[in-house]
């Protein structure tokens, strides 16, 4: 046994090496919060971050076309004749449908 522990180098034979390096396959391997986890972590806060900044753009546009709905009727005639496909009662609508594109692979 005398022989076997003298081949082994003396810093792997340190109680402080031995119970940091333990610790430290525990932390980064064997936690519920482990390495791994943290950076997946990382990159979904990230991505959410982004969808948060997104929204909240399209949160200020909406707001600001609802004001100008609100305010103008000129531009609730245009927004309900786009969308909805409203008319006039002396006008006729007629819907022209968009020809699709063949591609040939």
Do not use: C, G, W
Not at 15 to 40: G, R
Not at 45 to 68: P, V
């Amino acid at each position: 046994m005398t022989r076997f522990l003298q081949h082994i180098p003396p810093f792997l034979r340190n109680k402080y090496f031995l119970s940091f390096s333990i610790f430290l396959v525990i932390i980064v391997f064997l936690d519920k919060n482990d390495l791994f986890t943290q950076l997946d972590r990382r990159h979904q806060l990230k991505e959410l971050k982004h969808s948060k900044d997104y929204y909240s753009t399209q949160i200020t546009a909406e707001r600001k076309e609802l004001e100008a709905l609100k305010n103008n009727p000129a531009i609730l005639e245009k927004y309900a004749r786009e969308k909805y496909l409203m008319k006039r009662a002396d006008e006729e609508l007629f819907l022209v449908p968009e020809k699709t594109r063949k591609t040939k692979n």
